[in-house]
């Protein structure tokens, strides 16, 4: 390296150095990966964001997670290949498409299903893979040339043939089934879509007359407006209060329909009044005593959420301006007994954020209990390891009660489910409309008008075949051999039943291996106050400002430092602002070294360190050791651990140490060549271990260093392999002695008042003669950071009178104070000192004393005293001890 001051900027500007080498490594191809099998593979696949979607804060960590595991794979000498992409998201994509337009003035129900997919073809082109350009200003080392799309041609033909297979299969059928339905999508949910939240809402008593009689029984419901369609009262057979209704009917309010009174033990009857109202149309638990009692279904509301019909009542009005209405009308006809404030939880649509409606429908569904029992195995038994492994637990309660799978959606956007009907309702699966008409044919069926099933899949049922599909698994072997199973994979543990699951669930049913090896569950990203950030509360920050204010490093490394495997990250800026002086304490330790180097002397970094030379190798001894305990932090996820280690070799080791150690004695010489050389061969490994968490900044400084060819970036420069021969625990001991001596030295100056540059006599009574031999062989350090006028090292030092002293590690520290400062003052205010404590502390004795304090003062009044008595001891104590000093 022969380069200057003047071509080194004095200021580190991240908007130029990001952009510089992200180019730089994009037209070089450093992130692509060819299958290669004279390497082994490092995989990862994205969590494929929505199409339409903006990079956020849970975007950028799980991101940097992703790209901090890519690169030093990368520089470990894996093939890494990260695959990114993004997902077609049907409800959210067709919610955005439907709302654009809208605004122009276009009802969808006023266009054909071809019409409207090219509207949302058109939108998907517009504003799809707007988040993947954001992540670039990350610097996500993804391989762009594999971005996959799971609306893509042939992903989408792998999510077809699927569907066929799991039908043939009989893992997928058709069935009228209780299902979450979502009034402003107006589709149906799988269970893991719905959002149960705790809300105030209100308990109505409503009051059922016998049949024939004049007497009433009462129930109790959250939700007055279903009562259009009850066909039951249920009550337990073994509720002696009721006894006499066995056999009896009831008159339900309003609509005066006469329904049964059934019998049940599913009945708790402790809880109310022991009477639960049935309504099979329009509540999970309901559906299933009407199938067992063979109670009527009565539909009572539209898609939309407005009353049907069939509700008699109220016909075309809004579910919750119904249940206002109802409660006035059942107080008028003497049905309403009373209604109560009440907590319970209630089921949002985690996309619409409207409250779902249980109702009887038919869809499609996946049997999951069979598909899910190798998933269940290999996660419990560790095959698929979790990260932190708490998520164990949550999962395998999750799949030992899976409930089949609700995969079809009432939407034009997505695969559209290949069944095809006939006029009669018969109906077979097949891949085209000419196969449809084969399998009729063979089924000896109809088949003169066929239509094709209006539905589509749930977006996840494509997103299952992500570590499969993206890699063509279901045509070609050729990719799919090589990079599955895949690494790791990164993601949020909210999505665990969603996708995970899901994923691990399709690869033993398709590949009869995992997709992953292991899974890094992110923590959720919070504002302040704890609230998880999102676009409605305006809590989070755009990404891309805190990139441009803070550098993209700067915001990684801020992240990491904050947030271990499944723990949320209390998100502050201020953690970004730590990233950014970190970013500059780098730039600035490595220009002070180019300020202090030769004109025209070409540097050589070397690794080849002075042996005699105590610094050079504790500080190589601390590069190993850190080297060590980031592998080990990576075997185990902990990742800010690891940064950790790195952020203090830097600041702390480096820059405040060894640095200061290499400087010329002399202020204006230059630094001794073969010093520098090692210095910047230093530099270099420190720069290795910074990459995959602060990219940039490591590649400039980097190609700073020395002049490099396109194939040695540091990008992919091999990873420092931990040495154990230069991992010397008796030189880091000795040089930590030596830092503690330093400390004791400077702490003294701060307690006498002494200035920095005052020269101190310095005596060090070791505790043996071998260690004052060592101390002595490397007294160049003290005196090189310490203003001395002299420094005595000896097992046999008396203690001088009039001193300050330290104890570091048994060994014995005097600074002589005479010609320092005014030893009889100084023993005058610690006298007076003593005495006013010795003062201060009778009083705070007294009280303690006192029964009458103790038994009758607050707790915590007690122990500030108790804790104000321990202080003061050990403030009277340390002052003995140093009227010690000057006797």
Partial sequence: MSTTTNEIPSKYDPSIVEDKWYTYWMDQNYFHSEVDHSKEPFTIVIPPPNVTGVLHMGHMLNNTIQDVLTRRARMQGFNACWVPGTDHASIATEAKVVRKLREEGIKKSDLSRDEFMKHAWEWTHKHGGIILEQLKKLGASCDWDRTSFTMDEKYSESVIDTFIDLFEKGKIYRGARMINWDPAALTA???????????????????????????????????????????????????????????????????????????????????????????????????????????????????????????????????????????????????????????????????TDVVIEPRLSLQWWVSMKELAQPALENVMNDNIQFHPAKFKNTYRHWMENVKDWCISRQLWWGHRIPAWYNENGDFVVAKTEDEARDKFKIQNLKFDSLKQDEDVLDTWFSSWLWPISVFDGFYSDEEVDYYYPTNDLVTAPEIMFFWVARMIIAGYEYRGDLPFKNVYYTGIVRDKQGRKMSKSLGNSPDPLELIAEYGADGVRMGMLFSTPAGNDLPFDPSICDQGKKFSNKIWNAFRFLTMNMEEGVDYKPTLEIDEDNLADRWMMARIQQTIKGFDEDFANYKLNDALKKVYSLIWDDFCDWYIELAKPDNYGDTFDVAKMNVALGMFEQLMKLLHPFMPFISEEIWQYIQDRKPEEALVISDWPEYDAALDSEADVKLFVSMQEIISSLRNIRAEMGVSPKEELEVLIKTTSDEVAASFSDNDWILKKLQSTSSVAISSNIEKPGACSSALVDGNEIYVPLAGLIDVDKEVERINSEIQRIEGWLKGVNGKLSNDNFVSNAPPAVVENERNKKRDGEANLEKLREQLKDFQ
């Fill in 189 to 351: 949910l799988s269970d893991e879509e719905v959002i149960h939240k705790e809300v105030n809402s209100k308990l109505y008593h409503v009051r059922y007359q016998i049949v024939d009689s004049d007497e009433y029984v009462t129930i109790a419901t959250t939700r007055p407006e279903t009562i259009l369609g009850d066909t039951a009262v249920c009550i337990n057979p073994k509720d002696e209060r009721y006894t006499h209704l066995h056999g009896k009917r009831v008159i339900v309010p309003l609509v005066n329909r006469e329904v049964p009174i059934i019998l049940d033990d599913y009945v708790d009857m402790e809880f109310g009044t022991g009477c639960l109202k049935v309504t099979p149309a329009h509540d999970v638990n309901d559906y299933e005593l009407g199938q067992k009692h063979e109670l009527e279904t009565i539909n009572m509301m539209n898609d939309d959420g407005t009353v049907s019909d069939e509700g008699e009542l109220y016909i075309g009005m809004d579910r919750f301006e119904v249940r206002k209405q109802i409660s006035k009308d059942l107080e008028e006809s003497g049905n309403l007994v009373k209604i109560e404030d009440y907590k319970n939880k209630v089921g949002f649509s985690e996309r």
